[in-house]
């Protein structure tokens, strides 16, 4: 009886943690709008910055 006691609170506790693993799996990220969950370092992308990078890289070398 004891045995069958602390089988069943071993697999309620395996349970929990399997459920509270899936529910934060589907609850959105804090601190990101997108799905990545960054923290919105996707907004912070300078699009200057990255076209002048191409363009002195891709200019050619004398």
């Not at 069958?4 to 990220?29: D, M, S």
């Not at 804090?30 to 002195?56: N, Q, V």
């Amino acid at each position: 009886m004891v045995q069958e006691i602390i089988i069943f609170i071993v697999f309620a506790l395996a349970a929990a943690y399997v459920i509270r693993l899936l529910i934060a799996n589907f609850r959105p990220k804090a601190g990101g709008g997108c799905a990545k969950g960054c923290g919105g370092a996707c907004s912070t992308i300078d699009f200057e910055k990255i076209k002048k990078d191409l363009e002195t890289k891709s200019a050619p070398v004398r």
